[in-house]
């Protein structure tokens, strides 16, 4: 999956293919804190400004198979989710 080319039908198509499972689903765990100077100088943020930390795991049945962890200014973000009701 590290090529740099368009994946027909996405990177998600792909990993199911070469797991040979399908992906059942997502969760993902938004946290509000203030950053570590390392990251307060990465993101070049002022003083006092928290940050948001996303972390999405994605599982095949009950195994993880993708991690992805972002780090957002919370003061420049904004976080819509549109739930599904069966």
Do not use: C, K, N, Q
């Not at 399908?22 to 203030?34: C, F, I, K, N």
């Not at 999405?56 to 420049?76: M, Y």
């Amino acid at each position: 999956m590290a090529r740099h080319e368009e994946i027909p039908g996405g990177v998600h198509t792909e990993l199911a293919e070469a797991l040979g499972t399908p992906l059942t689903g997502a969760v993902e765990e938004l946290v509000s804190r203030m950053p570590t100077p390392a990251e307060t100088e990465l993101l070049h943020l002022p003083p006092g400004t928290p940050v948001v930390e996303l972390t999405r795991v994605i599982h095949a049945g009950e195994r993880p198979v993708e991690v992805t962890l972002w780090l957002f200014d919370a003061s420049r973000h904004r976080f819509v989710y549109e739930v599904p009701i069966d």
